[in-house]
């Protein structure tokens, strides 16, 4: 039986060139990579209901490395599309050659993201990957070069879409018509494109540039204050995170809140001796019930040591000019 490997986001358009090569009779293994910037849950619901296989594979060390020096630079934001899709192909053509795959395929749609999915764009990605002459995008092949597997008779051609265009009217058409009724909205699911998060992980990389997949996911979990080019606040907006905070933080991270109040919890990255903390103190207290005080003890601990700081709440306007947003 001929076998396709795919990458797979779980959206309509990687759901769609599935369907697409399983209605042919081939056997189709997915993909899905997992890194701080996005998850494979998509991936598994589209699998359980087409049916087929999915491989889920954690990639953030790697990924990150990339995220941090793209051959093809980024999109609006800190999204590097290009270099992300060509390493999603490296990785899954490796994973090809070791269970005896035929080829690969993806979702991609000719001129879908003017940027990324442009015909030069698709040919850079094949070329970067290694892999480029076992990449089949089934949902616009009929608008690209024959690859070899069509040539070859592995695929059938005529079978396949010449789909092309931003509209997602054709595919919706044949979600219809091959009764595929439940998929996601288009669009979303990486925070590499989202503004706000973008300015947080380009003023992490900038302070600090061998940042870890651990520092990287500390980010998705509170509110940034950059209080100079040694320290930074990250503190909780609601309950879930503060404990998504507390469940991060490595022993040695200095925890901060109110030591009779309630409020957010505050992860402060610096010299634990500097002013800087006693700025990031005052913050938290302003995002706390004791907001309104004179003055708010606050308490500072790690798995080792344990300490109070009696600050003034720092006013609300003042602090947010020191939000990274």
């Not at 990324?116 to 764009?121: G, I, V």
């Amino acid at each position: 039986m001929i076998k396709a490997l795919g990458l797979i986001s779980g959206g309509l358009d990687s759901s769609l060139a599935t369907m697409a090569l399983m209605r042919q009779g081939i056997e189709v293994t997915g993909i899905a990579f997992v890194t701080p910037f996005f998850n494979a849950e998509k991936a598994k619901k589209a699998a359980a209901l087409i049916g087929h296989r999915l491989i889920v594979a954690d990639i953030s060390d790697i990924h990150l490395q990339m995220v941090k020096t793209p051959k093809y630079g980024y999109g609006r934001n800190m999204n590097p599309c290009i270099d992300c899709h060509a390493l999603m192909f490296q990785l899954a053509g490796e994973r090809m050659v070791k269970e005896g795959i035929d080829f690969l395929f993806s979702g991609e749609v000719l001129g879908q993201r003017p940027m990324s999915q442009n015909a030069n764009a698709l040919k850079s990605v094949a070329k970067l990957s290694g892999f480029g002459d076992k990449i089949l995008r089934p949902l616009s092949a009929k608008l690209l070069e024959e690859t070899a597997m069509e040539a070859s008779g592995l695929v059938d051609r005529e079978r396949l879409l010449d789909l092309q265009g931003r509209s997602r009217k054709p595919q919706q058409a044949l979600a219809k018509e091959w009764e595929l009724n439940d998929y996601p909205a288009s669009g979303g699911g990486c925070l590499l494109t989202e503004e706000g998060f973008s300015n947080q992980l380009r003023d992490l990389f900038e302070h600090a540039p061998a940042a870890s997949v651990s520092e990287v996911r500390l980010l998705k979990a509170g509110r940034i204050f950059r209080l100079s080019a040694t320290s930074k606040l990250i503190l909780g907006r609601h309950r879930n995170d503060n404990e998504t905070l507390q469940q991060l933080a490595p022993p040695e991270q200095l925890q901060i809140r109110a030591k009779d109040f309630s409020g957010s919890l505050g992860l402060f990255c610096g010299d634990h001796d500097s002013p800087d903390l006693d700025t990031a103190a005052a913050i938290v207290a302003s995002y706390g019930k004791g907001k309104d005080e004179a003055e708010v003890d606050i308490l500072c601990s790690t798995a080792n040591t344990e300490f109070v700081r009696r600050v003034k709440p720092l006013p609300r306007d003042v602090s947010r000019l020191l939000l990274v947003r």
